[in-house]
Protein backbone atom coordinates (compact mmCIF):
# COMPACT_ATOMS: atom_id res chain seq x y z
CA UNK A 1 0.00 0.00 0.00
CA UNK A 2 1.69 3.11 -1.01
CA UNK A 3 1.50 6.19 1.56
CA UNK A 4 3.28 9.58 1.80
CA UNK A 5 3.55 12.06 4.28
CA UNK A 6 2.73 15.44 3.57
CA UNK A 7 4.03 17.69 7.11
CA UNK A 8 1.54 16.24 9.46
CA UNK A 9 -1.18 14.62 7.23
CA UNK A 10 -1.01 11.27 5.06
CA UNK A 11 -2.12 10.43 1.95
CA UNK A 12 -2.95 6.52 1.39
CA UNK A 13 -3.44 4.84 -2.12
CA UNK A 14 -6.98 3.06 -2.49
CA UNK A 15 -6.71 1.38 -5.97
CA UNK A 16 -9.64 0.25 -7.74
CA UNK A 17 -7.92 -1.10 -10.63
CA UNK A 18 -4.33 -0.59 -12.49
CA UNK A 19 -3.87 -2.54 -15.56
CA UNK A 20 -2.40 -1.58 -19.26
CA UNK A 21 -5.33 -1.65 -20.86
CA UNK A 22 -5.54 1.53 -22.68
CA UNK A 23 -4.53 1.91 -26.71
CA UNK A 24 -1.80 4.59 -26.28
CA UNK A 25 -2.45 6.42 -29.89
CA UNK A 26 -5.80 6.17 -29.03
CA UNK A 27 -5.83 7.96 -25.88
CA UNK A 28 -3.21 10.53 -26.37
CA UNK A 29 -4.18 11.91 -30.11
CA UNK A 30 -0.36 13.37 -30.17
CA UNK A 31 1.30 10.22 -29.53
CA UNK A 32 4.36 9.72 -31.41
CA UNK A 33 6.52 6.18 -30.89
CA UNK A 34 10.25 8.51 -31.61
CA UNK A 35 8.74 11.38 -28.92
CA UNK A 36 8.53 8.65 -26.56
CA UNK A 37 11.38 6.29 -27.61
CA UNK A 38 13.67 8.04 -25.24
CA UNK A 39 11.24 7.98 -22.28
CA UNK A 40 10.46 3.94 -22.26
CA UNK A 41 13.27 3.33 -19.93
CA UNK A 42 11.00 4.54 -16.89
CA UNK A 43 7.80 3.99 -18.79
CA UNK A 44 7.76 0.28 -19.04
CA UNK A 45 6.75 -1.58 -17.28
CA UNK A 46 4.72 0.37 -14.81
CA UNK A 47 3.27 3.03 -17.26
CA UNK A 48 3.39 1.72 -20.57
CA UNK A 49 3.25 -2.05 -22.02
CA UNK A 50 5.02 -1.81 -25.64
CA UNK A 51 3.96 -4.88 -26.73
CA UNK A 52 0.67 -4.15 -26.85
CA UNK A 53 1.11 -0.16 -27.41
CA UNK A 54 -1.12 0.20 -24.21
CA UNK A 55 -0.70 3.00 -21.47
CA UNK A 56 -1.01 1.25 -17.78
CA UNK A 57 -3.22 3.77 -15.90
CA UNK A 58 -3.97 3.39 -12.13
CA UNK A 59 -7.08 4.20 -10.48
CA UNK A 60 -7.28 5.14 -7.26
CA UNK A 61 -8.19 6.91 -4.79
CA UNK A 62 -6.45 8.93 -1.97
CA UNK A 63 -7.00 8.85 1.24
CA UNK A 64 -5.96 11.97 3.22
CA UNK A 65 -5.50 11.54 7.27
CA UNK A 66 -5.03 15.73 8.75
CA UNK A 67 -6.50 17.62 11.42
CA UNK A 68 -8.21 14.47 12.99
CA UNK A 69 -10.22 14.11 9.80
CA UNK A 70 -10.52 11.69 7.02
CA UNK A 71 -10.59 12.42 3.49
CA UNK A 72 -11.45 10.72 0.59
CA UNK A 73 -9.98 12.28 -2.84
CA UNK A 74 -11.82 10.86 -6.02
CA UNK A 75 -13.96 7.63 -5.55
CA UNK A 76 -12.85 5.49 -8.87
CA UNK A 77 -15.73 3.48 -10.86
CA UNK A 78 -17.46 1.85 -8.15
CA UNK A 79 -19.41 -1.69 -7.93
CA UNK A 80 -22.35 -2.83 -9.60
CA UNK A 81 -22.29 0.25 -12.25
CA UNK A 82 -24.10 -0.04 -15.48
CA UNK A 83 -21.38 0.97 -17.86
CA UNK A 84 -22.60 -0.48 -21.35
CA UNK A 85 -21.42 2.68 -23.20
CA UNK A 86 -17.98 2.15 -21.31
CA UNK A 87 -17.31 -2.02 -20.75
CA UNK A 88 -14.02 -1.74 -18.37
CA UNK A 89 -16.10 -0.14 -16.39
CA UNK A 90 -19.40 -2.28 -16.84
CA UNK A 91 -20.64 -3.91 -13.34
CA UNK A 92 -17.49 -4.07 -11.97
CA UNK A 93 -16.97 -6.18 -8.63
CA UNK A 94 -13.37 -5.08 -6.80
CA UNK A 95 -11.86 -5.03 -3.90
CA UNK A 96 -12.02 -1.26 -3.37
CA UNK A 97 -14.10 -1.03 -0.18
CA UNK A 98 -12.01 -4.18 1.62
CA UNK A 99 -8.65 -2.00 0.93
CA UNK A 100 -10.41 1.11 2.29
CA UNK A 101 -10.92 -1.62 5.36
CA UNK A 102 -7.07 -2.51 5.21
CA UNK A 103 -5.98 0.82 5.73
CA UNK A 104 -7.64 1.28 8.43
CA UNK A 105 -10.82 2.87 7.64
CA UNK A 106 -14.89 1.93 7.68
CA UNK A 107 -17.38 3.78 5.25
CA UNK A 108 -19.10 5.47 8.48
CA UNK A 109 -15.59 7.13 9.27
CA UNK A 110 -15.29 9.62 5.89
CA UNK A 111 -15.57 12.57 7.29
CA UNK A 112 -15.41 14.37 3.77
CA UNK A 113 -15.48 13.13 0.00
CA UNK A 114 -13.83 15.31 -2.47
CA UNK A 115 -14.38 15.01 -6.34
CA UNK A 116 -12.01 16.73 -8.65
CA UNK A 117 -14.36 16.31 -11.42
CA UNK A 118 -17.79 13.90 -12.32
CA UNK A 119 -16.23 11.44 -14.79
CA UNK A 120 -17.15 8.26 -13.72
CA UNK A 121 -14.03 6.98 -12.89
CA UNK A 122 -13.90 9.90 -9.97
CA UNK A 123 -17.48 9.65 -8.46
CA UNK A 124 -18.38 5.64 -8.58
CA UNK A 125 -17.68 4.44 -4.63
CA UNK A 126 -19.81 8.13 -4.07
CA UNK A 127 -22.53 5.43 -3.52
CA UNK A 128 -23.34 1.78 -3.27
CA UNK A 129 -26.03 -0.78 -4.50
CA UNK A 130 -28.30 -1.33 -1.36
CA UNK A 131 -31.91 -3.37 -1.97
CA UNK A 132 -31.77 -2.31 -5.54
CA UNK A 133 -31.42 1.34 -5.09
CA UNK A 134 -28.37 3.77 -5.00
CA UNK A 135 -27.56 4.74 -1.34
CA UNK A 136 -24.49 7.25 0.25
CA UNK A 137 -21.34 4.99 0.53
CA UNK A 138 -19.88 7.29 3.19
CA UNK A 139 -23.09 8.17 5.17
CA UNK A 140 -21.43 10.67 7.54
CA UNK A 141 -19.30 12.42 5.12
CA UNK A 142 -19.82 15.94 3.41
CA UNK A 143 -19.14 15.73 -0.19
CA UNK A 144 -17.50 18.38 -1.66
CA UNK A 145 -18.49 18.42 -5.80
CA UNK A 146 -17.32 21.66 -8.14
CA UNK A 147 -20.74 23.61 -9.19
CA UNK A 148 -19.79 24.29 -12.49
CA UNK A 149 -19.49 20.48 -13.26
CA UNK A 150 -22.38 19.97 -11.49
CA UNK A 151 -24.21 22.21 -13.70
CA UNK A 152 -22.92 21.60 -16.75
CA UNK A 153 -23.69 17.69 -16.19
CA UNK A 154 -26.88 18.41 -14.87
CA UNK A 155 -28.00 20.34 -18.68
CA UNK A 156 -25.87 17.47 -20.42
CA UNK A 157 -28.41 14.95 -18.57
CA UNK A 158 -31.60 16.35 -19.25
CA UNK A 159 -30.80 17.11 -22.43
CA UNK A 160 -32.01 13.67 -22.73
CA UNK A 161 -29.93 12.50 -25.92
CA UNK A 162 -27.97 10.13 -23.11
CA UNK A 163 -27.35 9.39 -19.54
CA UNK A 164 -24.45 12.18 -18.79
CA UNK A 165 -20.89 10.69 -18.14
CA UNK A 166 -22.13 7.21 -19.48
CA UNK A 167 -25.13 7.07 -16.48
CA UNK A 168 -22.67 7.93 -13.36
CA UNK A 169 -24.25 11.51 -12.96
CA UNK A 170 -27.55 9.70 -11.92
CA UNK A 171 -26.08 6.91 -9.93
CA UNK A 172 -23.47 8.51 -8.57
CA UNK A 173 -24.58 11.98 -7.99
CA UNK A 174 -27.70 12.44 -7.81
CA UNK A 175 -27.74 10.33 -4.88
CA UNK A 176 -25.62 11.69 -2.85
CA UNK A 177 -27.40 15.55 -3.13
CA UNK A 178 -30.68 13.92 -3.05
CA UNK A 179 -29.56 12.92 0.71
CA UNK A 180 -28.73 16.04 1.46
CA UNK A 181 -24.96 15.37 1.81
CA UNK A 182 -23.47 17.42 -1.36
CA UNK A 183 -21.67 20.65 -1.27
CA UNK A 184 -21.67 22.72 -3.91
CA UNK A 185 -18.31 25.05 -4.12
CA UNK A 186 -17.43 27.77 -6.59
CA UNK A 187 -14.07 29.39 -7.88
CA UNK A 188 -11.76 29.28 -5.22
CA UNK A 189 -12.30 27.74 -1.96
CA UNK A 190 -10.97 26.97 1.35
CA UNK A 191 -12.03 23.84 3.09
CA UNK A 192 -10.70 24.40 5.96
CA UNK A 193 -7.33 25.38 7.43
CA UNK A 194 -5.35 22.36 5.63
CA UNK A 195 -7.06 21.85 2.36
CA UNK A 196 -7.99 24.34 -0.51
CA UNK A 197 -9.96 23.43 -3.99
CA UNK A 198 -9.18 25.70 -7.06
CA UNK A 199 -10.58 25.58 -10.52
CA UNK A 200 -8.36 23.97 -13.06
CA UNK A 201 -10.87 24.01 -16.18
CA UNK A 202 -10.44 22.64 -19.49
CA UNK A 203 -10.68 18.65 -19.14
CA UNK A 204 -14.07 19.68 -18.18
CA UNK A 205 -15.59 22.63 -17.66
CA UNK A 206 -15.64 22.60 -13.79
CA UNK A 207 -12.56 20.48 -13.19
CA UNK A 208 -10.62 21.39 -9.34
CA UNK A 209 -7.39 20.46 -8.53
CA UNK A 210 -7.14 20.24 -4.11
CA UNK A 211 -4.31 21.88 -2.35
CA UNK A 212 -3.24 20.32 0.72
CA UNK A 213 -0.43 22.15 3.22
CA UNK A 214 0.53 21.31 6.54
CA UNK A 215 3.69 22.11 8.38
CA UNK A 216 5.17 23.73 5.72
CA UNK A 217 4.78 20.98 3.12
CA UNK A 218 2.38 20.28 0.83
CA UNK A 219 0.95 18.56 -2.28
CA UNK A 220 -1.38 18.86 -5.05
CA UNK A 221 -4.56 16.56 -5.88
CA UNK A 222 -4.95 16.79 -9.99
CA UNK A 223 -7.36 14.68 -10.71
CA UNK A 224 -7.28 14.01 -14.70
CA UNK A 225 -5.39 17.71 -15.11
CA UNK A 226 -3.14 14.86 -15.90
CA UNK A 227 -3.70 11.17 -16.32
CA UNK A 228 0.27 9.50 -17.55
CA UNK A 229 3.26 10.64 -16.57
CA UNK A 230 4.78 11.56 -20.26
CA UNK A 231 2.01 14.31 -20.09
CA UNK A 232 4.89 16.06 -17.58
CA UNK A 233 7.05 15.87 -20.70
CA UNK A 234 4.39 16.68 -23.18
CA UNK A 235 1.94 18.99 -21.13
CA UNK A 236 0.54 20.19 -24.66
CA UNK A 237 -0.78 16.60 -25.05
CA UNK A 238 -4.57 16.30 -24.03
CA UNK A 239 -6.38 12.95 -23.83
CA UNK A 240 -9.14 12.08 -26.14
CA UNK A 241 -11.69 12.96 -23.61
CA UNK A 242 -10.70 16.84 -22.63
CA UNK A 243 -13.48 18.83 -23.39
CA UNK A 244 -11.57 22.30 -23.90
CA UNK A 245 -8.32 21.95 -25.31
CA UNK A 246 -6.63 24.85 -24.82
CA UNK A 247 -8.30 25.22 -21.49
CA UNK A 248 -6.83 21.73 -20.63
CA UNK A 249 -3.08 22.68 -21.86
CA UNK A 250 -3.18 25.75 -19.97
CA UNK A 251 -4.26 24.02 -16.41
CA UNK A 252 -1.85 21.21 -16.95
CA UNK A 253 0.88 23.87 -16.74
CA UNK A 254 0.26 25.39 -14.04
CA UNK A 255 -0.37 22.75 -12.06
CA UNK A 256 3.33 21.62 -12.80
CA UNK A 257 4.42 25.16 -12.42
CA UNK A 258 2.86 25.20 -9.21
CA UNK A 259 4.69 22.05 -8.14
CA UNK A 260 7.78 22.69 -9.62
CA UNK A 261 7.80 26.40 -8.26
CA UNK A 262 6.79 25.10 -4.91
CA UNK A 263 8.01 21.88 -4.14
CA UNK A 264 4.56 20.48 -3.92
CA UNK A 265 4.52 16.98 -4.22
CA UNK A 266 1.97 16.00 -7.01
CA UNK A 267 -1.03 13.32 -6.40
CA UNK A 268 -2.40 12.21 -9.56
CA UNK A 269 -5.53 9.93 -10.12
CA UNK A 270 -4.33 7.84 -12.68
CA UNK A 271 -0.45 8.02 -12.78
CA UNK A 272 1.54 4.26 -12.82
CA UNK A 273 3.99 2.95 -9.59
CA UNK A 274 5.12 5.06 -7.80
CA UNK A 275 2.35 6.80 -8.47
CA UNK A 276 3.16 10.38 -7.35
CA UNK A 277 6.02 12.18 -8.39
CA UNK A 278 8.24 16.19 -7.50
CA UNK A 279 7.96 17.99 -10.67
CA UNK A 280 11.41 19.46 -12.02
CA UNK A 281 11.62 22.60 -14.21
CA UNK A 282 14.65 22.40 -16.91
CA UNK A 283 15.43 25.18 -19.43
CA UNK A 284 10.81 25.57 -20.29
CA UNK A 285 10.26 21.79 -19.42
CA UNK A 286 9.25 19.68 -16.91
CA UNK A 287 10.32 16.28 -15.85
CA UNK A 288 8.58 13.88 -13.24
CA UNK A 289 11.26 12.51 -10.36
CA UNK A 290 9.68 10.01 -8.12
CA UNK A 291 9.98 9.34 -4.79
ZN1 LIG B 1 -10.17 9.96 -14.69
Not at 90 to 112: C, F, K, N, S
Not at 154 to 176: C, I, Q, T, Y
Not at 253 to 263: D, K, W
Request: charged fraction near 20%; proline fraction near 7%.
Amino acid sequence: MTQVTIGAASATRIEEMYAADWDAPAFFPDWRPEAVAKHLGWMVPDHFDPARNCLKLSIHSWLIRVGGRTILVDTCVGNHKTRPTRPKWHLMETRYLARLAEAGVRPEEIDMVMCTHLHADHVGWNTRLDNGSWVPTFPNARYVFSKADYDHCLALDREGKAPANHGSFRDSVLPVVEAGLAQMVAGTAAIDEHLTLEPAPGHTPGSVVVKLASQGKSALFCGDVLHHAIQVHHPDWNSFVCADAALARRSRRQVLEHCSGTGALLMPTHFGAPFTCHIEAKGGAFAPRFV
